[in-house]
């Protein structure tokens, strides 16, 4: 007689209701006893329901993405000729079927109560309750640790596999057996370098970062689902490129704007008349112009095979302009032909079009160096991210009255309070080295503190 037996969910702990996240065998298996049969996933964790014996499975009562309790059925097993009766975890059932190669007391019981049992009776399936398990922490992960169930992760091990270079397409990012072998085939059939560049970003230097923390935030208080708008979807991919492909350093300096400052108050009347403002940011765009002219590696980009840097004669500057849909920057033509006046028009009018969502895609091309000046909101200091394919970008900061310790001009020897503007250069370390930034933000300070020099 051979026994088939109702595998059914054990006790799951504390778990009311899991996720059947895995199938790992099939109709027609043999499976060993304590071998695994599913996987189930909390939200808390991942198991394996291992089977209490070894057999034939017969038929699966469940499919993936089934919920399953303590006591749902898996399937049924028929046990092997050999194998000592199963054991029942409560409420596991037993089906009995004829059998004439099975002796009735071939198993003799070890289960707690099977010595109460008649002797004629069908043969208990008596073994102790399987554990569950090995529990698996998923949503209180260290963000180091792949999500794979253990027996994705016994599989990765078997073939060498590195989970953490593994790319999940599961639910949650679960790396599943599938990934594994798409990950070990990859590796085999591409060249070492080759492979190693698919992982890699631009640049070609392949980063292994640990899965992205999965946390339902809702568990610890109430939130709210906002989409990013087209423009922070579109300039965030670009930001992020930009951030991981170009070593960025930035170099900090500050000018001193004070005789700048007073000049711009008495020469804003005409403007005003005009309906616009003479903004710092004109004169900071005339001046970036005339630094620019002095130091061309700034006013350039790299070719694409990276072995020529490409000297623009032209200075089309791009000014970051925050707008409620996100930051877009558009690009001031040929500034360098421009006077302040010009220009400070110009800011207008570019600023109110991005603001009012009418700038034009050639808007924003073409240029060649870049502004993002927070002057008007506050900080002391920034790190801009450069705008590809510049090779350098300007970041400005609230200018503020400071002691300065004077060493020239008749005030030497005092400290003596003066408008001092903070600059941030974030520079292209590829391109440009460390003593030329600070000659260029040296530069474009002593410009500031006396704008005649952007006549010379
Ligand atoms: N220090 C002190 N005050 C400054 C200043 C500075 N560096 N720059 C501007 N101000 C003052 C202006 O004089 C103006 O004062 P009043 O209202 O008294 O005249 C006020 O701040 C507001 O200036 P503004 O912002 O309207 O004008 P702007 O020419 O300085 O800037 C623009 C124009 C379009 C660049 C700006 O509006 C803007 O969008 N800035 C944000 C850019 C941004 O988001 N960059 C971040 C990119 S990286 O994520």
Redo the contacts with the bound molecule.
Sequence with gaps: MSTVTEIKVPDIGDFKEVDVIEILVKPGDTVAKEASLITVESDKATMEIPSPAAGVVKELRVKLGDKVAEGSMILLLEASADEAPVPQPPGTAEISAPSAAAPKSAAPSTAPGAASEPATEPPAVPVPRPAPVPLEPVAEVPAFKPHASPSVRKFARELGADLAKVRGSGPKGRITQEDVQAFVKGVLTQAPATALAAAAPAGGVPFNLPEWPQVDFAKFGPVELKPLSRIKKLSGANLHRNWISIPHVTQFDEADITELEAFRKDSGAASEKQGF?L???AFLIKACVTALRQYPEFNASLDPAGENLVLKKYFHIG????TPDG?VVPVIRDADRKGVYELARE?ADV?KLARDRKLKPGDMQGGTFSI??????GGTAFT??INAPEVAILG????AMRPVWMSAKGEAGKFVPRLM?PLSLSYDHRVIDGAAAARFTSYLASVLSDIRRSLL
């Design positions: 403002k903004t710092m940011l000014v970051a302009v925050d930051l800011l600023s993002s000046s927070l002057g008007g909101i801009p991210i400005v900061s609230r200018s503007l």
